[in-house]
């Protein structure tokens, strides 16, 4: 009851209802809540402080960056519940509304144009032409039951995006802030409250052991240094039973992208995927093809126990 009643006190002032209505929408740091209401540092940092230590927010640090959210899974059950009953017509939240929506246009342009300037394309799969739609039909129908994702490499988000109504809890972790920031952007909006990005390193995910239903990886194993650790690591952080599912090229002999997109691997063939699931501790199930002009494969797989 205490832990109740110091979450309600905390809840009960108007800018800090106004902060979890825009938690509501997606993660933000201080500098961005600070342009959306128009208030000092100094006192948001106050407000955001308390609502982190009654649990109603969740504070993550990101380098020199941290950023704040809501609760994913039952944790923010109540504060879900608090800003369900804010008026969606209160003319506070909705300018708020309007200025969180150009932060997030901004910082969306500012990612992409940091993509821009190192001469990069976020979108691998609209760059190198690949059956992206098709990949997301075979991709929705290994993951039918709710539960909780872990997506590896997550990049602008959309693998979140596409299974965010399918599941209970969906984490993407990525290495890289620009493409956070795209996916923050993409997962802004109470339809993925239940879901959050984390900067991290794919070798060491600093999760529970077997704490997920489903890891997806999605167009990042041809750049691991060591495809085999990386597979270890995602087994590791998925309960038994749970189903690891890698998308990602076949073998090929497209040399001009190992020097001009960086690729480390050329595709990988059925049997060394295979081997180091096996070596992972996974169970092999059959891959799919889907056809393009690389065709992509995908490998599922299942943890033994």
């Not at 804010?86 to 300018?95: A, F, I, K, R, V």
């Amino acid at each position: 009851m205490d832990q109740l009643l110091a979450s309600l006190r905390a809840a009960a002032e108007p800018t800090r209802l106004r902060l979890l209505a825009l938690a509501g929408r997606g993660a933000f740091c201080v500098m961005e809540f600070t342009e959306i209401l128009g208030q000092s540092q100094p006192r948001l940092s106050r407000h955001l402080k308390l609502l982190c230590d009654c649990g109603l927010l969740d504070r993550v640090r990101e380098g020199t960056n941290v950023w704040f959210a809501l609760p994913t899974g039952s944790d923010g059950d109540l504060a879900r519940e608090l800003v369900a009953r804010l008026p969606s017509d209160d003319p506070t939240l909705e300018t708020d509304r309007r200025q969180a929506a150009r932060v997030l246009a901004e910082r969306a342009r500012e990612a992409s144009e940091s993509f821009r300037r190192q001469g990069a394309d976020w979108d691998e799969m609209r760059a190198l032409e690949l059956p992206a739609a098709a990949v997301e039909q075979a991709l929705m129908t290994l993951v039918p039951e709710p539960g909780r994702l872990l997506d590896i490499g997550t990049g602008t988000g959309r693998v979140l995006e596409l299974l965010a109504p399918r599941i209970q809890q969906g984490l993407g972790v990525d290495a890289s802030k620009a493409m956070l920031a795209l996916a923050r952007t993409r997962l802004s909006g109470q339809a993925f409250a239940h879901c959050a990005v984390r900067q991290a390193d794919m070798y060491r995910l600093q999760r529970a052991d077997a704490a997920f239903d489903t890891v997806v990886m999605q167009m990042v194993l041809h750049y691991a240094e060591d495809p085999a650790g990386v597979l270890m690591e995602a087994a590791r952080v998925l309960r038994p039973g749970g189903r690891l599912i890698v998308i990602d090229l076949a073998a090929h002999t497209r040399a001009d992208l190992v020097a001009k997109r960086a690729h480390r691997w050329s595709g990988f063939a059925d049997t060394a995927i295979a081997d180091m699931m096996s070596a992972a501790g996974l169970l092999p199930a059959v891959p799919l093809t889907v056809p393009g002009p690389l065709d992509v494969r995908i490998w599922p797989a299942e943890r033994l126990p």
